[in-house]
């Protein structure tokens, strides 16, 4: 017994002589907490700044900033971050550009995402169309249909443009960029020239088209009463159904669609079983002697001007985004070229042309050199209200150049 008191009491008194020394070793050599005072801080003296730079040394005193550490940002670290541009012009530097520049800097920095008239590529997003569309379930959302200030388009080209290299334009390349994104939204013209004096001047199509936000004024009340349970409604009806999402399927439509398909289906091997029979008696009447049409074709390819066919190819690469020739060609943005020279303007299958063009192909309007010219000069001018957001060709001899191209394929 008496053994045991020995140990445990020499235990205990090793275990508070422990203590002792640790709390004195920590009374004498850790910094006290801050009080209460020193957590709270004294606030920003930039209240448009809305934080405090830290440096990598604290700082001793304790009225700088939080915990006593940090400082108010200078006035050139503000100046440094202060790059935004309001709806009214308020930040903008300096400077201008026009829309010619801004083609030829959009085509090197811009289209290999956003295409080479503003159409995208792929999934990069859309900068220009989609005017008549926002009535729709699925609008096409671009800076000419959809955003309501033009300072947006020029402080993201500003801020974050071109990928990968941001904030490397200048200015007046800035200004350059943002006029060609206008005309490809057809909303200035070619020799538009943009600048910081005639910026607040450019009014977007869909600037009236958003509301305040009053969310504090008119739903808080309604959701901060106290909430029904039960019965809150005498009768609960599908009014709506999401069809763009198509998460409420319509089981009636979805049949239909199914009816039909298997209807073109079985249309398509009907027609696949009955022409082999075709092509041979199509065979059985053919001329032995090549037809005085294709006769009439040889001559008109030998005259081609080879070497300007091979840079009408080259120029072609301009359009080759929304236009495909050669064998397989199909519609993509713009309808497919082969055959164009001589063709009836708005002719091909298929495409929806604009109003204008359709018009004009149904008046007698045929494509030859001198209506390629006029229309790849300045296409807005030769077709009004055409869907094509292409610029022009500038230089004579890149029209030259496209035309002996086109009737190349065409032939």
């Given amino acids: 017994m008496s053994k045991s008191l020995n140990l445990y009491g020499g235990l205990a008194l090793g275990s508070v002589a422990m203590l002792t020394a640790a709390y004195n070793f920590a009374d004498r050599n850790v910094t006290p907490f801050p009080t209460d005072a020193r957590l709270q801080g004294e606030a920003p003296s930039n209240p448009d700044l809305g934080f405090m730079v830290r440096p990598a040394v604290a700082s001793t005193s304790t009225s700088d900033g939080p915990l006593g550490i ?23 530097p300096v400077g ?23 159409e995208g590529v792929d999934n990069w997003p859309k900068l220009a169309g989609g005017s008549d569309t926002l009535d729709r379930d699925d609008p096409l959302k671009t800076v000419g249909s959809y955003w309501p200030h033009l300072s947006t388009a020029w402080d993201y080209v500003n801020r974050s443009m071109p990928f990968g290299n941001a904030q490397s334009l200048a200015t007046d390349e800035v200004y350059a960029i943002t006029a060609y994104i206008l005309y490809s939204n057809d909303l200035v013209d070619d020799d538009f020239v943009l600048s910081n004096e005639n910026f607040s001047e450019i009014v977007l199509p869909n600037a009236d088209g958003f509301i305040i936000d009053d969310r504090d004024e008119t739903e808080l009340p309604v959701f901060s009463q106290e909430p029904c ?5 005498e009768a609960v009806e599908i009014t709506m159904r999401a069809t763009v999402l198509d998460v409420t ?7 239909e669609a199914f009816i039909a398909e298997e209807a073109a289906e079985a249309e398509a091997e009907a027609a696949e079983e009955s022409q082999p029979a ?35 190819e080259k120029v072609f690469k301009k359009c080759a985004a929304c236009h495909q020739v050669g064998e397989g060609a199909q519609n993509k943005t713009g309808p497919h070229l082969n055959g164009v ?25 045929v494509w030859d050199d001198e209506s390629m010219a006029a229309f790849m000069t300045k296409p807005r001018d030769y077709v009004k209200g055409t869907k094509m957001s292409f610029a022009g060709l500038k230089k004579e001899d890149e029209i030259a150049a496209i035309n002996a191209f086109l009737h190349s394929v065409s032939q």
């Fill in 96 to 118: 201008s550009g026009n829309v010619a520049d801004g083609d030829e800097l959009f085509q090197d920095y811009c289209a290999v995402c956003h295409g080479v008239f503003a």
């Fill in 341 to 365: 020279m001589g063709r009836t303007l708005g002719s091909v299958e298929g495409f929806n042309y604009s109003k204008t063009m359709a018009e004009m192909g149904a008046a007698g309007a």
């Fill in 70 to 92: 940090g400082r108010v940002a200078l006035p050139e670290e503000v100046a440094a971050w202060d790059l935004d541009v309001r709806p009214d012009g308020h930040g903008l």
């Fill in 249 to 255: 399927p319509d089981q009636t439509a979805a049949r």
């Fill in 278 to 312: 075709a092509e041979t008696a199509a065979t059985a009447t053919e001329p032995s002697e090549p037809a005085a049409s294709e006769t009439a074709a040889a001559p008109a390819t030998a005259a081609l001007d080879m070497e300007l066919v091979a840079a009408g």
């Fill in 229 to 233: 349970m039960e019965n809150c409604k």
